[in-house]
């Protein structure tokens, strides 16, 4: 991203600060916390350089209809999001915490990518799932699992196989420690045991 000339006394490659500098950062995050406290999201390009320098929480929700399948979404392009860190994904539904509550996060997420989607009575906690996808900070993610009773017809294609999934097509996390992880939980039908994955570098 090109530096705007208001911006040239910002010095991106050093540890040290200036006291011009401080300033500025004081005043964009009394900024971040005023937008936060009415309720606005931060630009795309705030927010994602915001989730590189500290530790995320997502909520994540592994949802099954009634054949066992799973529900995927796919991340929009660079296209329609110039700073979409991965572009045409799939992943599993979920959200990064902002300032809210985590109460308030998963209403959000209910009103956002689960839109139209009916759950069934069985929602299960699994665990805590720690990972990271670069360029983001490690985020620590709470993984649900949910059954649906409906599903509108325009959301319907979007349930893979489980052993059926394109996995190079998944986000690298969601590949490598989400769904295994899932499946392990799936396969012994436990949910009382939290287990910590880590994978770092990725």
């Known amino acids: 991203m090109r530096k705007p000339k208001v911006l040239k006394f910002i010095n991106t490659s050093s540890d040290c600060w200036t006291p011009t500098e401080i300033i500025a950062f004081v005043l964009l995050c009394q900024k971040m916390r005023y937008c936060a406290s009415r309720g606005h999201a931060y630009p795309p390009a705030v927010f994602e350089a915001l989730c590189t320098i500290k530790k ?22 660079r296209k329609k999001n110039p700073h979409e860190p991965f572009p045409g994904k799939l992943h599993f539904p979920g959200t990064t915490q902002r300032t809210e509550s985590l109460k308030d996060a998963w209403q959000r997420l209910l009103t956002g990518e689960l839109r139209g989607i009916e759950f069934g009575s069985d929602l299960w906690f699994c665990g805590i799932v720690e990972h990271r996808d670069k360029p983001r900070a490690i985020c ?41 992880y899932y499946k392990k939980v799936r396969r012994e039908r436990s949910i009382r045991e939290i287990q910590i994955y880590k994978l770092v570098g990725v």
């Open 140 to 180: 620590l993610s709470l993984l649900f699992r949910a059954t649906v009773k409906y599903v509108p017809s325009r959301l319907r294609k979007h349930f893979y196989e489980i052993d059926q999934i394109p996995l190079k097509e998944l986000v690298v996390s969601h590949r490598t420690v989400t769904l295994p």
């Open 56 to 77: 995320n929480l997502n909520i994540d929700i592994i949802l099954e209809d009634n054949k066992g399948r799973v529900y995927l979404r796919r991340r929009p392009s």
